[in-house]
């Protein structure tokens, strides 16, 4: 069977520690991948956090755990999420996108990821693959990409990404457990038009009254580009469709299920 594809909010690096109604929904996701999936081969993970000037993709086995954040407690920096790699999916990537993409083992797995799956995938028994994602993309070239990459779904991997709809650290509101009327504006219009698969709207997001507030900068938000492009025609299942923070939404998709 093809293998879904997930994009998950992750927000602030404390959800890895964190047991409450989000880190459930990343939990229950995972479980039902597993139930209705079998277990992956391996998981592509492209993360806000790996956020650079190309298309890198890691070799690395195991790839390093990075904790990039600072001022955390130190319970955070001692988690361990210890999978292993895959150069088998490393070899498929660099297949898959030709001289558009090369190796590059500067970076590891960051909080970006292993904050969401160490919830989904707790045991680190399915080995993680980290994919750059390139800041000099425009958004139809991001869903291009993950247009390429939907061929992997069909050899046993699980497409993962990482990112927030809304994620604006300017104006974040810690005592806060909501969003603030523009993110939530925002966020319920990402919503619907991802599950109304109006890709074309999602790509041409700055239109939104909104879109300056809710994403400021397009790293977290440039994710969702690549998997908007692996899953074409497929409507998704929304879970943690919630905000927090003021500024921050942890709405995440799951196609395929």
């Known amino acids: 069977m093809r293998m879904p594809v997930i994009f998950s909010g992750h927000g602030s690096p404390m959800v890895a520690l964190e047991d ?34 190309e298309t890198a993709i ?56 292993w904050s969401v799956l160490v919830h989904m995938f707790p045991e680190a028994n399915i080995p993680v693959v980290q994919l750059s994602v390139n800041k000099y993309f425009t958004p139809r070239k991001a869903y291009e990409i993950g247009q390429k990459l939907a061929k992997l ?6 497409i993962f990404a990482s990112g927030n709809v809304v994620h604006n650290l300017m104006r974040v509101e810690w005592d806060n457990p909501h969003g603030t009327e523009m993110t939530d504006r925002f966020n319920s219009y990402i919503v619907d038009k991802v599950s109304q ?16 507030y809710a994403v400021p900068t397009p790293d977290h938000f440039m994710p969702l580009f690549y998997i908007l492009g692996a899953t074409q025609n497929e409507v998704p299942q929304v879970f943690n469709n919630v905000a927090n923070l003021g500024s921050m939404a942890m709405t995440g998709f799951i196609f395929g299920m």
């Not at 890709?199 to 239109?207: K, P």
């Open 20 to 53: 409450n109604e989000i880190t459930h929904g990343m939990q229950k996701v995972g479980e039902d991948v597993l139930k209705k999936y079998g277990k992956p081969k391996a998981i592509l993970a492209i993360s806000a956090h790996w956020y650079i000037g």
């Open 153 to 158: 779904r069909d050899e046993g991997y699980l």
């Open 58 to 113: 890691q070799s690395a086995n195991p790839p390093k755990q990075v904790y990039d954040m600072y001022g955390f407690p130190k319970e955070l920096y001692e988690l361990k999420y210890p999978v292993q790699g895959s150069q088998e999916l490393t070899n498929e990537v660099l297949k898959t996108l030709g001289p558009e993409v090369k190796v590059n083992d500067d970076w590891g797995i960051d909080h970006g990821t």
């Open 197 to 212: 698969r109006d890709d074309e709207a999602v790509l041409n997001f700055t239109t939104h009254p909104d879109a300056a």
